[in-house]
């Protein structure tokens, strides 16, 4: 991707893919990786933030004779993906209204 991703984002994305259902790290890359890219090492960080801030919680789960941490999101975190959600629309409109602009210079040209 050429575009920066902030940590905002990274957290909307976070929080959007673990509200689906409760889920643990590797799984939480694989679908962020559909539209960015993103490093487990990336990823361990957000969800310490998003933890802390108790938008998520965790437990451990055995898998396999393994525990896996399993994250899921709380009701914080789904107050806070709903702002999220309102400001992406704005954000991406205001983002398209001046990128589509540059459509019209075009086919001028």
């Known amino acids: 991707m050429v575009f920066p991703v902030s940590a905002a984002l990274l957290d909307a994305l976070v929080i959007s893919v673990v509200s689906k ?11 962020i990786r559909g539209a960015i890219e993103m490093s487990e090492s990336t990823l ?7 933890l802390k801030s108790e ?3 965790s437990y ?3 898998y396999m004779g393994r525990n896996r941490r399993y994250y899921k999101v709380t009701q914080k975190g789904l107050e806070q993906i709903k702002e999220y ?8 409109s205001k983002i398209d209204m001046i990128i589509k602009e540059g459509d019209k210079e075009d086919e001028q040209t």
């Open 55 to 57: 938008c998520l919680e």
């Open 21 to 31: 259902e409760d889920t643990y790290g590797y799984k939480i890359t694989q679908e």
């Open 44 to 50: 361990y960080p957000v969800l310490r933030r998003l």
């Open 60 to 62: 451990d789960q055995e």
């Open 85 to 92: 959600r309102n400001e992406w629309v704005l954000y991406k």
